[in-house]
Nanobody, 115 residues
């Protein structure tokens, strides 16, 4: 079992930045990939970014060039640096990891972009 704890959400103005963190604990062997999804009110959950083996990144089209995903393998933690935030980035952001074909989700952290 893998437990995921997210942090870093909050309220930010348009154009601002936030950094999300997700720490994995429990059985953390062979966790791959690690990533982030988000779900806005009334919309389906969508991929934000994920990272494979700590080196290959994949981003959703709407965040390319603005968000950066990274990992600290030693801490089993994945980060999402979000810059130039837009109103439409408002959503609950979920950490997601896979291990031996099993997917785990965090409880989510709310990011609100508002002036």
């Amino acid at each position: 079992q893998v437990q995921l704890v997210e942090s870093g959400g909050g309220l930010v103005q348009p154009g601002g930045s936030l950094r999300l963190s997700c720490a994995a604990s429990g059985s953390t062997t062979d966790i791959n990939p690690m990533g982030w999804y988000r779900q806005a009110p009334g919309k389906e959950r969508e991929l934000v970014a994920r990272i494979f083996s700590g080196v290959r990144m994949e981003y959703g089209d709407s965040v390319k060039g603005r968000f950066t995903i990274s990992t600290d393998v030693g801490k089993n933690t994945v980060y999402l640096q979000m810059t130039n935030l837009k109103l439409e980035d408002t959503a609950v952001y979920y950490c997601n990891v896979a291990q031996w074909g099993v997917t785990y989700w965090g409880e989510g952290t709310l990011v609100t972009v508002s002036s």
